[in-house]
């Protein structure tokens, strides 16, 4: 009749083993012990309100301190009544503050890391959500303090609609996602119910509005369904564009009934901009026919970049040709990757015409895709480029910019390269066969020269067009210059 807490009882007469009565593993629970079912009383069978405390003890676990779980005062005691006071026979270490069980308020705690379990020490006292290492707000031992243990920051909360969904059948929507149980939970759904059992259905008496499904996390929408017009272009969202059609739109299989009024984001907007005049105005560039390299030190070069190579020209339309009376040294146009034009047959008469440095394959030639052919105001002797082996091509934009290495103007996709049988490589990059296209030239010099696809070396940023073109698909500013 002694064992365990039994001892702790004097005279017990009938010693059992015990456990919470609230612990799912019953026997086997970590506090499970012997204690004392009938009989006798606790040594320290008053309330502390009976004794009078003194000094503290040397230890928590003194005498009777030991009795009670978690106690954080243990001083020298003796009953309240005795004229003895500190030298009364029952005079001993008595717990003064302390606790079973977890009944204080979770502010009396400091709290730390996450504990393994929702159901370590004294959170599985309660139907925990957050289950942590603490100890008494006061303690100056703090993680050490021997009263520390896992206790419940935040308990779980419960919804007053206890039943499970499948229990009811549901109806129509109610009017709000708030009515009756509904308000009980975060709701998407809210709608009329009734037990699925039920032979009454509507008109039974336990009829009333359930949450059929609660809001559930999800990443920010981007697509949209689109409804009613709105009242004006500029509600909403539509303001952020120059919008042609602007309506009430909200997520693509949306949880929330009837998602136009209750999913938050359903808003206005703009379902289709408007659309700018196709095509722009043109560039008013005369375009001119060029010719040899200026290298003459009498030529009159003031028109020249003279960052750039500068080639006799005149104008295409001139049918003087290179009689012209504007014959004169200008900037040649960036010129295209080799493998963006057609050769002629034959060599030029000169190997150094052109482009050409005289030593290479000097060839006239126009670009692959002109309409006018041989016609083409851009036929000049360049270099063919020799046959070579199959390239394999990257996938990432050199540096993000169409305006480097070997791609040359008109290119679409200038790409890092390397030949697939090992042949060594210069390291270029250069445009890759079909993304060379004829790029049309408007006016309109964009905001900046780094706008669009123009990239950080450009000098003339404009607005452009491919040449096949006939919708503005493919408007957009492009380089037409750069460094």
């Known amino acids: 009749m002694t064992d365990d807490y039994c001892g702790d009882v004097n005279n017990c007469s009938s010693c059992k083993w015990s456990w919470p009565t609230s612990s799912a593993l019953q026997w086997d629970d970590p506090s499970a012990a012997c204690r004392c079912e009938a009989g006798g009383e606790s040594d320290q069978d008053s309330s502390s309100d009976d004794f009078t405390y003194g000094s503290s003890c040397a230890n928590l676990t003194d005498d009777y301190c030991s009795d009670i779980?978690?106690?954080?005062?243990?001083?020298?005691?003796?009953?309240?009544?005795?004229?003895?006071?500190?030298?009364d026979p029952s005079a001993a270490c008595r717990c003064e503050s302390g606790e079973s069980n977890q009944d204080s308020s979770s502010n009396d705690y400091a709290y730390g890391s996450s504990c393994a379990n929702l159901t370590d020490d004294y959170c599985g006292d309660v139907n925990c959500a957050s289950c942590k290492w603490s100890w008494p707000t006061s303690s100056a031992l703090q993680w050490d303090d021997p009263?520390?243990?896992?206790?419940?920051?935040?308990?779980?909360?419960?919804?007053?609609?206890?039943?499970?969904?499948?229990?009811?059948?549901?109806?129509?929507?109610?009017?709000?996602?708030?009515?009756?149980?509904?308000g009980d939970v975060n709701c998407a759904s809210c709608k009329w119910s009734w037990?699925?059992?039920?032979?009454?259905?509507?008109?039974?008496?336990s009829a009333a509005c359930r949450c059929e499904a609660e809001v559930q996390l999800r990443p920010t929408p981007t697509d949209f369904t689109f409804g009613?017009?709105?009242?004006?272009?500029?509600e909403d969202f539509c303001a952020d564009v120059d919008c042609a059609s602007c309506k009430q739109s909200w997520p693509i299989n949306s949880q929330y009934m009837d998602p136009q009024?209750?999913?938050?984001?359903?808003?206005c907007r703009c379902e289709s901009e408007v659309q700018a005049a196709f095509p722009p105005e043109l560039a008013n560039d005369v375009a001119y026919v060029y010719g040899n390299e200026c290298t003459g030190l009498d030529?009159?070069?003031s028109l020249c970049d003279h960052a750039s190579p500068c080639h006799m020209s005149w104008p295409a339309d001139d049918p003087l040709e290179f009689l012209s009376a504007q014959k004169a040294c200008r900037t040649l146009p960036k010129q295209r990757a080799p493998e963006g034009y057609r050769y002629a047959s034959q060599q030029c008469s000169d190997l150094s015409e052109g482009t050409c440095d005289g030593s290479c394959d000097c060839r006239?030639?126009?670009?692959?895709?002109?309409?006018?052919?041989?016609l083409s105001s851009e036929k000049m002797c360049r270099c063919k480029p020799a046959a070579e082996p199959e390239r394999q091509w990257g996938t990432e934009t050199c540096g993000g910019s169409l305006y480097t290495g070997l791609c040359g103007a008109d290119c679409h996709d200038c790409l890092p390269n390397w030949f697939n049988d090992g042949t060594p490589n210069d390291g270029q990059c250069r445009c890759k066969p079909g993304a060379i296209r004829e790029i049309v030239w408007g006016a309109e010099q964009c905001a900046s020269t780094n706008e669009g696809q123009c990239?950080?070396?450009?000098?003339?940023?404009?607005?452009s067009w491919e040449l096949t073109d006939t919708t503005g698909a493919t408007l957009d500013c492009r380089c037409k210059n750069w460094w």
Do not use: M
């Open 261 to 267: 009024i209750f999913d938050p984001h359903s808003a």
């Open 195 to 205: 037990p699925t059992s039920s032979t009454l259905q509507w008109d039974d008496p």
């Open 69 to 87: 779980n978690n106690c954080n005062s243990c001083k020298w005691s003796w009953p309240t009544s005795s004229a003895l006071q500190w030298d």
């Open 147 to 182: 009263s520390a243990a896992c206790r419940c920051e935040a308990e779980t909360e419960e919804s007053n609609q206890d039943d499970n969904n499948d229990d009811y059948t549901y109806g129509s929507s109610c009017a709000n996602l708030t009515d009756e149980y509904c």
């Open 299 to 301: 030529q009159e070069k």
């Open 228 to 234: 009613d017009n709105c009242a004006s272009l500029d």
């Open 364 to 374: 006239r030639s126009v670009p692959l895709d002109d309409p006018l052919g041989w």
């Open 455 to 463: 990239g950080g070396w450009c000098r003339d940023c404009r607005k």
